[in-house]
């Protein structure tokens, strides 16, 4: 039974997978300072209320939060009595190579989707993740990860233009009537919108261009389900991306073991 972990910016996942299913989703929000006993007695009790009654038996992190990890770590040995594999350590193998400059460290999160996109729709893709930063992530015929963009999230830019801007409010983010907008929300919000919608088409263009081929565009986070119902931007939506990379890295060094 396997307790996957997605750590981000600003959420935090856990998963049960029992090997071909998962039992279920959580989602808290990331804080450092929560100590390996305020996990458990969280994660326990959202386990009881849905009367799953099973025993964890390993633990698998990504964490793009470093100092989350050793928490993390505490509490899958102090109640599990398992050391967790963390994606970007030395001793956590990947099914993908990582062909990048010499030195680059690559985030977790996304050496784990390319993993999962390359397991579920194969190589030459983008997989575009609208989390707190919005990523462009390459991954080659191969399945290697061969880099990426990074551009500012959707929700980081709303709160920019809010908080260095005194006269702008804090607004949602949603898809406008109209591309005009005829009072301050609107404008701020078409602004965000059609301006992420030609930041996705634009990069996404020169990364074909670049690579010169035909290429598969899967977006995940979050936000993806807002902007994939708009331009025919993506050919596939997947929610549970990196926590399904994750389930795929466990079994492949389970296999390697």
Request: proline share 4%.
């Amino acid at each position: 039974m396997l307790l996957a972990i997605d750590c981000g910016n600003t959420n935090t996942v856990f998963a049960i997978w029992d090997g071909e299913q998962f039992l279920a989703h959580w989602r808290t929000s990331t804080e450092w300072q929560r100590t390996a006993d305020q996990y458990y007695v969280w994660l326990s009790t959202l386990m009881k209320l849905q009367n799953l009654d099973v025993t964890i038996t390993d633990v698998i992190v990504s964490s793009t939060v470093p100092r989350v990890v050793f928490n993390l770590r505490v509490m899958a040995d102090r109640y599990f009595d398992t050391r967790p594999l963390v994606v970007g350590k030395p001793d956590c193998l990947l099914p993908v190579d990582v062909r990048v400059d010499e030195g680059t460290a690559v985030g977790p999160d996304r050496l784990v989707n390319t993993v999962a996109g390359h397991n579920l729709y194969g190589g030459d893709l983008i997989v575009v993740d609208f989390g707190t930063a919005t990523t462009f992530d390459v991954v080659a015929g191969d399945g290697a990860y061969v880099g990426g963009v990074i551009a500012p999230g959707v929700n980081l830019s709303l709160e920019a233009l809010h908080q260095a801007a005194a006269a702008l409010p804090h607004v949602d983010i949603s898809k406008p009537q109209a591309v005009i907008g005829t009072n301050t929300v609107a404008c701020m919000q078409s602004g965000v919108f059609w301006g992420y919608i030609g930041l996705v088409r634009e990069i996404c263009a020169r990364i074909k261009a670049e690579r010169a081929r035909d290429m598969r565009v899967i977006s995940t986070g979050g936000l993806a389900p807002l902007f994939q119902q708009s331009e025919a931007l993506f050919d596939a939506f997947e929610d549970d991306l990196t926590i399904h990379g994750l389930t795929v890295i466990h079994k492949y060094n389970k296999d390697a073991a």
